[in-house]
C-alpha cells in the first residue's frame, strides 16, 4: 500500500502534526524523516524493515544509499513484485546467465528461495538464496556447487554488502 492510499489523517507526518512524536512508531518517525520509500515498498514498510534488520540503535550510522541495502531486494517480495530485481541480481551481480527466465519459489519456513531454470537446455539448474537474520548474511548455493556468501557487514562507520565467493 502506498503511503498516498492510506487515509490522510493516519499518515506519519499528519499524525506527527496532530498528535506530536509520543504518539508515533520510531518506524511513524524515521518515515517522517526519510520521506520516501523504495520500489515496491512504502516509506513506513521501509523503515520497519530498517529497524529489524539493523537494529534501532544502529540506524544512525547509515547513510540514505545504505538504506535501500538492507537486502539487495525486498525478501517478502519474491516470489512477486521483487522477483525481477532478485533475478537480475543473480545475472548481473554474481553471473548467473541462466537465472534470465527461472522460476522462483520459497520453501514454507520463508528462509529460502530456490530459483530453477525454465529453459529445457538448462533442465538441472538450479540455486537457493537462504537468509540467516541472526548473523546478517545469506548464502546463494547453485547446481554446480558455486557457493557465495552475501555479508552484510559494519566496517568503518557504514553498512557494506560482500559478496564472497567459497
Known amino acids: 500500500m502506498k503511503i498516498k492510499d492510506i487515509p490522510k489523517e493516519n499518515r506519519p507526518r499528519e499524525r506527527l502534526k496532530r498528535y506530536g512524536a509520543s504518539a508515533l512508531s520510531d518506524a511513524d518517525l524515521l518515515a517522517v524523516i526519510l520521506q520516501t520509500g523504495a520500489r515496491g515498498e512504502n516509506v513506513v514498510d521501509m523503515c520497519n524493515r530498517l529497524i529489524s534488520f539493523y537494529g534501532l540503535e544502529n540506524l544512525s550510522d547509515l547513510s540514505d544509499g545504505e538504506f535501500q541495502k538492507v537486502y539487495l531486494f525486498i525478501w517478502d517480495d519474491v516470489p512477486g513484485k521483487d522477483s525481477e530485481k532478485f533475478l537480475k541480481y543473480l545475472q548481473n551481480n554474481l553471473g548467473i546467465d541462466w537465472a534470465k527466465n527461472a522460476e522462483i519459489s520459497k520453501s514454507e519456513d520463508k528462509k529460502t528461495i530456490v530459483v530453477k531454470s ?7 539448474k538450479s540455486a537457493t538464496f ?14 554446480d556447487d558455486k557457493n557465495y556468501e552475501c555479508i552484510f557487514k559494519k566496517e568503518n ?10
Open 157 to 166: 562507520g557504514k553498512i557494506n554488502i560482500r559478496v564472497v565467493a567459497k
Open 130 to 143: 537462504k537468509l540467516d537474520k541472526v548473523k546478517k548474511k545469506a548464502i546463494l548455493e547453485t547446481h
Open 118 to 124: 525454465k529453459e529445457k537446455s538448462d533442465k538441472e
